[in-house]
């Protein structure tokens, strides 16, 4: 008896993926260590993050401070940038906070050797207030 092919395509209460994109977030990724850490505004920005995904910018998907204070507070998106960041989710290869354009990230995945001795990650540099001003 053969085996019957599965039907993968959008069910109705997915909606529509526009020329057949979607999202993918796997189980592995979410019974990770690194992902059960994550706060609910981190998994949230994820989310966003994937949607600028079109399989050619895995190493270039720009998000701006004002992007992110649409989704959320100032300070939870600073928040759960760094936590995508600290976790193995996202890296970040340009910043551009001081020149005021869109910072530049790619996706990372050390979050599968979160708490490990293979798990290297490089945190974002934070600015930090002049007292004096």
């Not at 997915?14 to 993918?24: A, C, D, F």
């Not at 998000?63 to 507070?73: D, H, N, S």
């Not at 290869?93 to 293979?118: C, E, H, P, V």
């Amino acid at each position: 008896m053969a085996k019957k092919k599965r039907d993968y395509k959008f069910r109705p209460f997915e909606g529509v993926g526009i020329n057949g994109k979607h999202l993918r977030i796997t189980d592995s990724m979410m019974d990770s260590t690194a992902w059960q850490e994550l706060s609910p505004h981190a998994i949230v920005l994820y989310v966003y993050f994937k949607k600028k995904f079109n399989y050619s910018n895995e190493d270039n998907i720009s998000f701006t401070y004002k992007e992110g204070t649409q989704l959320m507070k100032g300070d939870t998106f600073t928040k759960s940038l760094d936590q995508l960041i600290d976790l193995g989710f996202i890296k970040i290869l340009q910043s551009g906070w001081s020149n005021r354009t869109a910072s530049i990230y790619g996706f990372n995945d050390q979050w599968k050797y979160y708490g490990t001795k293979d798990f290297h990650v490089i945190s974002r540099v934070k600015r930090t207030k002049n007292k004096d001003n």
